[in-house]
């Protein structure tokens, strides 16, 4: 950190059946167009004696004028909660899940492919399609 940072959480709530705690967070960074989510990880990790690689944030907007950024934060309890509920638009983020690369084209006619099949034969099409577009 080149200049101090404050980190404030509140609405800190226990979310037992998600099994996280999630929070409203607070930076204060004057001097500074904004803060790394990085490094947001690593100081609510310490703040909540968590693993930063269990630490989510997300939705961080700075303020009119700068200096001051809000964001919201989701700290899982374990990895397996953390990949069973976390959306994998964010685990890819985290490096937690690797995105699979297909091509744009690939993926549409796999999907043009399964909306022309009805009836219980659907999941089978897609299947196929799939199978077919990652042989490609």
Known sequence: M???VVVKTRKFK??????R?????????????????????????QMHKADSKLVMV?????????????????????EEACVKFEPKYRLVRNG?????EGSRKAMKEA???????????RAIAKHKAKRAAQAD
């Open 21 to 45: 705690r999630q929070m409203v967070v607070d930076i204060i960074h004057p001097g500074r167009a904004n803060v790394a989510k990085s490094e947001l990880q690593e100081v609510i990790g």
């Open 111 to 121: 999907k043009n492919k399964g909306k022309k099949v009805r009836g219980t034969g």
């Open 14 to 19: 226990r979310n037992p059946l998600l099994s």
């Open 2 to 4: 080149s200049e101090a």
């Open 58 to 78: 997300f939705g961080c907007r700075t303020k009119f004028g700068g200096g001051r950024s809000t964001g919201f934060c989701l700290i899982y309890d374990n």
């Open 96 to 100: 937690m899940f690797d995105q699979k």
